[in-house]
């Protein structure tokens, strides 16, 4: 199916400028509405919609087992990775074309951030019988990733009904955030400490699409750091035989 580009690089520089840097700088985060559109949006729906139909999303992964306490009590979601590159991932392989653009024109105004590469995609579904995913950092050990930006795919949600709300807890703020994952809805926001968030239990189909950006020096010096331990690991075991 071809997209017709309706969004014009000129609207998406102004969403950039005006919206995100501005918001990302003072508050950490910032969320747009209608950010595709309802023909181009309902076209991502439907190709995640067949994703999970055809069985393609599985359990999210946790960074780490903790003895004793299980996956689904710390994340309830399944998910699926994907490049855009892929069949019947045409309509998602625009929407992250659109974000590396919106992206690229905040990321030399948000600091000193070398932001040049992203993580894949992560299709998530959470199948609406209460599962969530506790409060945690996306990045608590400079792990690379900067910029979380979630793309929502809800169509008549109502938070009071359906629950599902994403909460951000800003770090030293007097406040919570909590952001409702409407259909065509971006939400984008530090990815380190300062953005603490949880999934509220879900009681509906909650389908949401994420992406990092990742910082290129932070990322290099944390696959260093990884190199050097694997390397140390692989000595231990080596000696010890």
Known sequence: MPFIEH??????????????VPALLSHGFCYVDGFLGDLVGSAVLDQVTEMHRAGEL???????SVPGISRRSIRGDKTAWVGGSERGCEAI????NL???????????LG????????????ACYPGNGAGYVKHVDNPNQDGR?????????????PKEHGGILRIFPEGKP??????????????????????????PSFSTRYAITVWYFDS???????????????SSAEQGSSSG
């Not at 599985?58 to 780490?64: E, K, N, P, Y």
């Not at 000193?112 to 299709?123: F, Q, T």
């Not at 900067?146 to 109502?158: M, Q, V």
Request: with cysteine; aromatic share 10%.
């Open 99 to 109: 974000i590396d653009r919106l992206v690229s024109v905040c990321a030399s105004r």
């Open 7 to 20: 969004v014009s690089y000129t609207d998406l520089e102004r969403l950039a400028l005006d919206r995100f």
């Open 175 to 200: 406040y919570v955030a909590d952001i409702k994952p409407l259909f065509d809805r971006l939400l984008v926001f530090w990815s380190d400490r300062r953005n603490p968030h949880e999934v509220q």
């Open 146 to 158: 900067c910029l979380t930006c979630i793309y929502y795919l809800n169509k008549n949600w109502n």
């Open 58 to 64: 599985q359990d999210g992964r946790l960074a780490g």
């Open 93 to 96: 392989s625009f929407l992250l």
């Open 112 to 123: 000193n951030k070398a932001i040049r590469e992203r993580s894949k995609a992560m299709v």
């Open 217 to 231: 020096d932070e990322r290099a010096k944390a696959k260093k750091r990884f190199r050097d331990l694997t390397a």
